[in-house]
């Protein structure tokens, strides 16, 4: 199951570099690329450089630590297959921006999660 958190209001994403945001104990690098806004886990799977920090480049992040540059619309590695960022669900609605985070409780009987 998918929750949705809210973590910050859409106009404090900047359109030029990342913001780190934080949703259920996780570090998230969000970044807006033609208005659309897109969230990575700020951990770079390479070494674990801090994604918000680094420089965008159109849809591109390039990572602060050894250079590697992610898609932040994917989270594919750049130019061949190989590492990639886990990429989170985004929704703007009435202006906050939240994020999809994967829920391990399990469903309770009739379906229905616990609360």
Not at 12 to 19: C, F, I, Q
Not at 26 to 41: C, E, M, N, Q, S
Not at 54 to 68: M, N, R
Request: charged content about 20%.
């Amino acid at each position: 199951m998918i929750r949705q958190i809210r973590v910050i209001a859409a106009a404090d994403v900047p359109a030029d570099r990342g913001r780190l945001v934080f949703a259920d104990g996780r570090t998230i690098a969000l970044f807006k690329v033609d208005g659309a806004i897109h969230a990575l886990d700020d951990s770079c799977p390479h070494a674990g450089s801090s994604l918000a920090g680094g420089k965008l480049d159109g849809a591109f992040i390039q990572c602060p630590g050894h250079g590697l540059t992610f898609d932040v619309r994917t989270g594919q590695m750049r130019g061949v297959a190989g590492l990639c960022a886990k990429t989170y669900p985004v929704q703007v609605v009435d202006g906050e921006v939240t994020v999809g985070i994967e829920c391990d409780e399990p469903a309770a009987p009739g379906g229905q999660t616990g609360q």
